[in-house]
């Protein structure tokens, strides 16, 4: 999918138009349909404001992952990466006992 697909579609599940993601990110609405008919491409400084404004990552935003982390959950993995080993280790145990929880409690619900 291109960057301009990726736009539209993130645009469009959040419910913006042009003109509303165009005001938050700083850009014309016609800036902002260049952007989506792949016509030219934003400025880094630009892809990152709309990447947070759209709540995605700017690797996903750009195509050069397929993997949408949001920003938060991206943020706390970087801060479990900064503990000791045994401490992550330990908070790796937990969580995968919580989320085999979870996904028990789908499976049955």
Do not use: C, W
Request: hydrophobic residues 40%.
């Amino acid at each position: 999918m291109s960057f301009g697909e990726k736009l539209i579609e993130l645009r469009k599940r959040r419910g913006l138009s042009q003109t509303e993601l165009g005001k938050k990110v700083g850009v014309h609405k016609n800036v902002l349909g260049k952007y989506e008919r792949n016509e030219v491409k934003p400025s880094i400084e630009i892809a990152t404001t709309i990447a947070k404004e759209l709540d995605v990552s700017l690797d996903y935003l750009v195509g050069n992952t397929d993997m949408n982390i949001a920003p938060d959950l991206l943020e706390k993995i970087v801060s479990l990466q900064s503990l000791e080993k045994d401490i992550q280790s330990h908070i790796i145990y937990a969580l995968e006992a919580m989320l085999r929880d979870a996904k028990t409690r789908q499976a049955y619900s």
